[in-house]
C-alpha cells in the first residue's frame, strides 16, 4: 500500500471517529499529499474526495490524464471541458451529512455545491487534512531533512560570497543560482537580503542597497526540492562588529537556543514562543520583538501550527516547526536566527546545523 493510500485510510479513520461523512481536498498542496502528484489546474476543478467509507476519488481535467498515477483503490473521474464540474463532485457525495472542505477552495464552486447539495453542512479541512499534515510520516520526514541540507550548504557559500559593495539584489541572484546547482528549482519565497537599517524589517524586499563595511546583514532564505520546503535565516557582520551588535545577537542566539530546548512532546505552543520572548524582554529588548517565534512547515513554507504567544495547541511527536526569534531595531540594525526543528519522542533535533554563533566572511566572532 502507497503512503498516499495510507494517508487516505488515515483520514477515513478521522472521519469515522467522527461521523463526518467526507472529506474534499483541491489546493495544489493537499492534492499533492495524497496523490503525490503536484497539479495546479488554477480555475478548472481539481479535488480528491475521500469517503467515510469506500472508494477515494480523484476528479480532474481529461488534460490531466497523463499526469495522475493510479492509486490502489482509488478511482479516478475525468471530465472535458463544458461539463458541470461541481455537479459531477456532488453526485458523489451523499444528500446529507458533514463535509470537511478544503479551505482554499473557491468559494464560488462551494456555494454552487451547497445550492445542489442543500442538505449537507460543511466543515473546514483543519480537523482532517490539517490534523493529518500537522505530523510528518517517515517520507515526509527524509524529504525535510535533504531540504534542510541544502540550506546549509547554500548559507555556507553565501556568508563566503558576500562582500561590501555589492546589492542586497546582486546577492538573491546569487543565492538563487546556488540553490539551483542544488537542484531546486524554486524558491520556499523571495530570499531576504536586509543590510544595516533594512535588516531591522523583518520582511525586507531585497533592493538596491549596497552592502556596507560594519552592516549587520539578515539573511532569510529557503529552497523547494521534491515539494517540501526549508526555510533558515542567519545574521552576519561584514567587518568589525559594533558592541550594541555582538550584545543584541547574543540575546537572540541564546533565545533561539532556549526555545529549541523547551521542545518536546505535551508542551503548549505559547511555551515555546513565550521562552524566546521572555529572554529578550528581560535584556530590555521586548518591544523590538514583532513577530511570532514560528511556523509549521512542509509541503508549504507556511501551514500550521504556529508557535504564538497565545496558542494553547500541545507539540506532539512529528511536527515541525521554525524557531526564529529576533530582535529589529529600526534605523539600525536586525538581527534573527532561524532553524526548522523536529518534534521527536523526547524533545527535539535540528535540520539546520550551520552555525549559529555570529561570523564575519566565515570566521567565528569571539566571544569575552
Request: net charge negative.
Amino acid at each position: 500500500m502507497s503512503v498516499y493510500v495510507q494517508r487516505m485510510k488515515k483520514a477515513q479513520a478521522i472521519l469515522d471517529e467522527s461521523g463526518w461523512e467526507a472529506v474534499i481536498v483541491s489546493s495544489p498542496a493537499n492534492f499533492f499529499y495524497f496523490t503525490g502528484t503536484w497539479l495546479d489546474s488554477h480555475e478548472r476543478l481539481q479535488a480528491v474526495l475521500i469517503p467515510r467509507t469506500g472508494s477515494p476519488w480523484i476528479v480532474v481535467h481529461e488534460m490531466s490524464r497523463e499526469e495522475i498515477t493510479p492509486l490502489e483503490g482509488v478511482q479516478l473521474r475525468f471530465w472535458k471541458d463544458g461539463e458541470p464540474t461541481v455537479q459531477i463532485l456532488a453526485g458523489l457525495l451523499p444528500e446529507q451529512g458533514v463535509i470537511s472542505i478544503d479551505s482554499q477552495w473557491p468559494s464560488g464552486k462551494l456555494i454552487e455545491l451547497m445550492s445542489i447539495r442543500s442538505r449537507l453542512s460543511f466543515i473546514k479541512d483543519t480537523p482532517v487534512t490539517g490534523a493529518l499534515r500537522l505530523r510528518k510520516d517517515a517520507a515526509e520526514m527524509d524529504r525535510l531533512r535533504k531540504s534542510g541540507e541544502i540550506a546549509d550548504r547554500v548559507m555556507g557559500k553565501m556568508i563566503s560570497f558576500i562582500k561590501p559593495g555589492m546589492t542586497e539584489k546582486e546577492v538573491a541572484r546569487e543565492l538563487k543560482r546556488l540553490f539551483q546547482g542544488e537542484g531546486v528549482e524554486q524558491l520556499s519565497f523571495q530570499p531576504i537580503i536586509g543590510t544595516g537599517a533594512n535588516g531591522a524589517i523583518p520582511h525586507h524586499q531585497s533592493d538596491e542597497t549596497r552592502l556596507a563595511e560594519g552592516d549587520m546583514v539578515v539573511i532569510d532564505m529557503g529552497g523547494i526540492k521534491d515539494h517540501y520546503c526549508s526555510d533558515m535565516t542567519r545574521t552576519i557582520v561584514l567587518g568589525e562588529p559594533a558592541e550594541e551588535m555582538v550584545r543584541v545577537y547574543e540575546i537572540v542566539r541564546k533565545a533561539q537556543d532556549e526555545a529549541v530546548k523547551a521542545i518536546k512532546p505535551g508542551v503548549p505552543m505559547r511555551i515555546i514562543d513565550q521562552t524566546a520572548r521572555a529572554i529578550i524582554s528581560e535584556a530590555g529588548y521586548g518591544e523590538f520583538f514583532t513577530h511570532r517565534t514560528g511556523h509549521g512547515i512542509g509541503i508549504e513554507v507556511h501551514e500550521e501550527p504556529y508557535l504564538t504567544p497565545n496558542n494553547e495547541q500541545l507539540l506532539e511527536e512529528g511536527m515541525v516547526v521554525s524557531v526564529e526569534p529576533g530582535i529589529y531595531l529600526s534605523g539600525k540594525f536586525g538581527v534573527r536566527i532561524e532553524d526548522i526543528v523536529v518534534v521527536t519522542a523526547d524533545g527535539a533535533e535540528r535540520l539546520n546545523h550551520f552555525p549559529r554563533e555570529l561570523l564575519r566572511g566565515g570566521t567565528p566572532i569571539s566571544r569575552e
